[in-house]
């Protein structure tokens, strides 16, 4: 009879603890604010290695040498003195002229 008691009331009081724990807003509230948290923190983790990078970025900008290297090749600039050669495709010029 004993044993059967203790099931009963250890059932009972983990019923009675799970209604309290789901039912209770402030419990429900300090859930949603610890994912919050995760979540923010794992963004500003994001952020700050973009920062880091971009920090690295600039520091290399101001490197006068790394900013015409970038800048010449990335947005074919010419630097003083140089000649640009085109290349075109004669087939493309015969269809043009028709």
């Avoid at 009879?1 to 983990?14: L, P, Q």
């Avoid at 789901?22 to 952020?47: A, D, P, S």
């Amino acid at each position: 009879m004993k044993k059967n008691n203790n099931k009963y009331t250890i059932i009972v009081i983990t019923i009675l603890v799970i209604c309290f724990l789901t039912l209770n807003r402030g419990f429900r509230n300090l859930i949603q604010r610890y994912m919050l948290i995760n979540t923010l923190k794992k963004e500003n983790y994001y952020y700050v290695n973009k920062q880091s990078c971009l920090s690295k970025e600039i520091e290399l900008f101001q490197k006068n040498t790394y900013y015409t290297e970038y800048v010449f090749k990335k947005l074919g600039y010419l630097k003083p003195g140089e000649v640009e050669y085109r290349f075109i495709n004669l087939k493309n010029k015969k269809n043009i002229q028709k």
